[in-house]
């Protein structure tokens, strides 16, 4: 079993930056972020394959930018200039085989 464990999130105003992280217990084909609105289907953020090729949503292109190292199993998530369309619960994904899920970080962007 694949245990993902997700930090960073808060509260921060428009404009702004946060940082997530995801340590998962094993190494894993492919991480990436997904968020959910309040109301609003999962969505992709942003998903890192183990060669190093990405995917980003349209909406978070120039502003997010996803990194993660491979000897620690760690996918980390920078975004900037953080706009309150961007609130939701963000979830580390992961797979190998199959899908696996963080619990999920809130990250609130006040106007």
Request: aromatic share 10%; charged share 20%; glycine share 10%.
């Amino acid at each position: 079993q694949v245990q993902l464990v997700e930090s960073g999130g808060g509260l921060v105003q428009a404009g702004g930056s946060l940082r997530l992280s995801c340590a998962a217990s094993r190494s894993l084909s492919t991480m990436g972020w997904y968020r959910q609105a309040p109301g609003k289907q999962r969505e992709l953020v942003a998903l890192m394959y183990k060669i190093g090729s990405t995917n980003y949503a349209d909406s978070v292109k120039g502003r997010f930018t996803i990194s993660r190292d491979n000897a620690k199993n760690t996918v980390d998530l920078q975004m900037n200039s953080l706009k309150p369309e961007d609130t939701a619960v963000y979830y580390c994904y992961a797979w190998r085989f199959t899908d696996y899920w963080g619990q999920g970080t809130q990250v609130t962007v006040s106007s």
